[in-house]
Structures are given as structure tokens and as C-alpha cells.
């Protein structure tokens, strides 16, 4: 059982940074692979992020490649997503989700997830 609790969201402008955090107790979070997915209003939750449970292999929507950027710290248990230049059609909740072993990109396939963290962002 891996329970996941994410932070960082809130209100800023366009072209502006967020960091969000996602920290996760539990046993074996070495073991899981992680990703960030974001819902916004009316909309079916997508995909935004992954990483491997090394932090070796990382992958992004091509909606945030280049402006967002996923890490992990194994020792403190955390998920990262740093968030740059962002728009606001990046508005909506972004969620923390664990998979034992590989992450996909489909949000159903996730094992475990977070109650999210909203970002809204202003033009």
C-alpha cells in the first residue's frame, strides 16, 4: 500500500513557475513508478509525466515537453514536477499516481494516486 499526498499547487501568472511535490509513504517506493496527470474542468484526466523507478527514464506529453520537468528522490520518498513557462490552458488539478513496476501513459492503469493539488494559472 503506498498512500501519496502532493503540495505546490496555487494561483499564478503566465509565464510563471510552480513547483509541485508528491510524498509517498509506504512500503518499497524504489519499487514503483511514478507520474503526474492533471484534470482539468470538463475534461477527462490526462497524462503529463512519468519517470522509471530509477529515475532513469523519464517521459512527457508533448503539451509540456520542454517546460516541465519530472525528478524523484528515492531517499525522501518524493515525486517532483517542476513547471516553467506556464500557460493557462495548464489550469487544472494535477494528481500523483504510483505504478508497481513500469508507468504507462493511460491514467487507468495506475495503481495508486493522490487527492491532487490545483494550479491555476492566470493570463
Known amino acids: 500500500q503506498v498512500q501519496l499526498v502532493e503540495s505546490g499547487g496555487g494561483l499564478v501568472q503566465a509565464g510563471g513557475s510552480l513547483r509541485l511535490s508528491c510524498a509517498a509513504s509506504?512500503?518499497?517506493?524504489?519499487?514503483?513508478?511514478m507520474g503526474w496527470f492533471r484534470q482539468a474542468p470538463g475534461k477527462e484526466r490526462e497524462f503529463v509525466a512519468r519517470i522509471s523507478w530509477s529515475g532513469g527514464s523519464t517521459s512527457y506529453a508533448d503539451s509540456v515537453k520542454g517546460r516541465f520537468t519530472i525528478s524523484r528522490d528515492n531517499v525522501k520518498n518524493t515525486v517532483y514536477l517542476q513547471m516553467n513557462s506556464l500557460k493557462p490552458e495548464d489550469t487544472a488539478v494535477y494528481y500523483c499516481a504510483a505504478k508497481f513496476g513500469n508507468v504507462n501513459t493511460n491514467p487507468h492503469g495506475m495503481d495508486y494516486w493522490g487527492k491532487g493539488t490545483l494550479v491555476t494559472v492566470s493570463s
Open positions: 509506504g512500503r518499497s517506493f524504489s519499487s514503483y513508478g
